[in-house]
Nanobody
Framework: QVQLVESGGGLVQAGGSLRLSCVVSGRIVRINAVGWYRQAPGKQRELVAGISSGRDPNYADSVKGRFTISRDNAKNTVSLQMNSLKVEDTAVYYC??????????????WGQGTQVTVSS
């Protein structure tokens, strides 16, 4: 069983910063791709940032230059540094990973979500 535990959400004023972290644990051979998604009330879940092995990170246009995704393969941790936060960044943020498990099967997992609220 693979588990994702997210942390770092909270309430911040516009212009502030937050750092989200996602720790992946369980019986996995490797993490192939990681990503952060978000879902605001009444809206569809959208990709914020992602990294696939051997590729450059990709970002939603709305967060380019403000957010930075990173991964620590040794610690199976994915982070999202969010700077210059805007009210419209308010959402529940979800960690997503695509892993190769011990059965050599690729599987996708989601974190439980962490609330980010940006006040004006």
């Amino acid at each position: 069983q693979v588990q994702l535990v997210e942390s770092g959400g909270g309430l911040v004023q516009a212009g502030g910063s937050l750092r989200l972290s996602c720790v992946v644990s369980g019986r996995i051979v490797r993490i192939n791709a990681v990503g952060w998604y978000r879902q605001a009330p009444g809206k569809q879940r959208e990709l914020v940032a992602g990294i696939s092995s051997g590729r450059d990170p990709n970002y939603a246009d709305s967060v380019k230059g403000r957010f930075t995704i990173s991964r620590d393969n040794a610690k199976n941790t994915v982070s999202l540094q969010m700077n210059s936060l805007k009210v419209e960044d308010t959402a529940v943020y979800y960690c997503n990973v695509n892993v190769l498990d011990y059965s050599l099967i690729r599987r996708e997992y989601w974190g439980q979500g962490t609330q980010v609220t940006v006040s004006s």
